[in-house]
T-cell receptor, first 113, second 108 residues
Framework: DGGITQSPKYLFRKEGQNVTLSCEQNLNHDAMYWYRQDPGQGLRLIYYSQIVNDFQKGDIAEGYSVSREKKESFPLTVTSAQKNPTAFYLCASSRASLGDTQYFGPGTRLTVL | AQRVTQPEKLLSVFKGAPVELKCNYSYSGSPELFWYVQYSRQRLQLLLR??SRESIKGFTADLNKGETSFHLKKPFAQEEDSAMYYCALSSGYSTLTFGKGTMLLVSP
């Protein structure tokens, strides 16, 4: 393991609060991704970034925001606009090609109280 | 649009039995297909991808373009194979599209 880390492992939030999930990688990968994993839903793409200072919306971007100021970091903010934020969030990275093998972090479980 | 279908949510087999986890895809071009696996309390990781044509942990998967399938097979299941398996597809220029996953349970 290692290479791509996420923190914290567990996160609790009150309704109406924004919260930021951390994702860091030391694999020198250009591309980074955020997924949401719900039981019976598989992995759904929230945002992705192919290069620093650039990112694109995935399939379920509403209520989320990201930044990519450094190659190794891709934090995800879950805003109060996200209607159902309780979920398991996975970060991944890959080399330049979008179709390349993705390497995943250990995940962050967010619970809204 | 790309789509990946894994028809079984749960597959339960006995140790030593053959295993086949089904994956069907919808894509008009030449797809790149992957199987990812998530063992209990471990992170999601690549099991195999069709272009490398490898056999990993005894698993194989053949791309059948005629049937648009990429089923994962193993002749003799082991208890340590119990995990969640995800099939995924990429066009090579797009992000991965994942199926909803199949939980494999191998009983002694």
């Amino acid at each position: 393991d290692g290479g791509i880390t996420q923190s914290p492992k567990y996160l609790f939030r009150k309704e109406g609060q924004n919260v930021t999930l951390s994702c860091e990688q030391n694999l020198n990968h250009d591309a980074m991704y955020w997924y949401r994993q719900d039981p019976g839903q598989g992995l759904r793409l929230i945002y992705y970034s192919q290069i620093v200072n650039d990112f694109q919306k995935g399939d379920i971007a509403e209520g989320y925001s990201v930044s990519r100021e450094k190659k190794e970091s891709f934090p995800l903010t879950v805003t109060s606009a996200q209607k159902n934020p309780t979920a398991f969030y996975l970060c991944a990275s890959s080399r330049a090609s979008l179709g390349d093998t993705q390497y995943f972090g250990p995940g962050t479980r967010l619970t809204v109280l | 649009a790309q789509r990946v279908t894994q028809p079984e949510k749960l597959l339960s087999v006995f140790k030593g039995a053959p295993v086949e986890l089904k994956c069907n895809y919808s894509y008009s071009g030449s797809p790149e297909l992957f199987w990812y696996v998530q063992y209990s309390r471990q992170r999601l990781q690549l099991l195999l991808r069709h272009i490398s044509r490898e056999s990993i942990k005894g698993f194989t998967a053949d791309l059948n373009k005629g049937e648009t399938s990429f089923h994962l097979k193993k002749p003799f299941a082991q208890e340590e194979d119990s995990a969640m398996y995800y099939c995924a597809l990429s066009s090579g220029y797009s992000t991965l599209t994942f199926g909803k996953g199949t939980m494999l349970l191998v009983s002694p």
